[in-house]
């Protein structure tokens, strides 16, 4: 089964950066879509960014241009790169496969964007 632990989360500025990190065990990783959930108060849990076992990335619309996700699969890790970050950017994320998530997910990380 695979477990997720994310990372790198904290209080920033309006226009500011946070890089996020999300360590997953489990020998089958590289083969993983792995994906960067967020969830705001009182929303849905959406996927923002996925990333496939050969790199090839996507993101939600919102996002486009300021995220960036990467991994790095010698350590079983994926990364967000937040840039130029929005109040609306406010949420707990999460990371986890992606499109569909396996049903066991990490406490994920805080990330408050705010004056």
């Known amino acids: 089964q695979v477990q997720f632990v994310e990372s790198g989360g904290g209080l920033v500025q309006p226009g500011g950066s946070l890089r996020l990190s999300c360590a997953a065990s489990?020998?089958?990783?590289?083969?993983?879509?792995m994906g960067w959930y967020r969830q705001a108060p009182g929303k849905q849990r959406e996927l923002v960014a996925s990333?496939?076992?050969?790199?090839?990335?996507n993101y939600a619309d919102s996002v486009k241009g300021r995220f960036t996700i990467s991994r790095d699969n010698a350590k079983n890790t994926v990364y967000l790169q937040m840039n130029s970050l929005k109040p609306e950017d406010t949420a707990v994320y999460y990371c986890?496969?992606?499109?569909?998530?396996?049903?066991?997910w990490g406490q994920g990380t805080q990330v408050t964007v705010s004056s």
């Open positions: 489990g020998s089958n990783f590289r083969l993983y879509v």
């Open positions: 990333i496939t076992s050969g790199a090839y990335t």
């Open positions: 986890n496969v992606a499109p569909t998530p396996r049903q066991s």
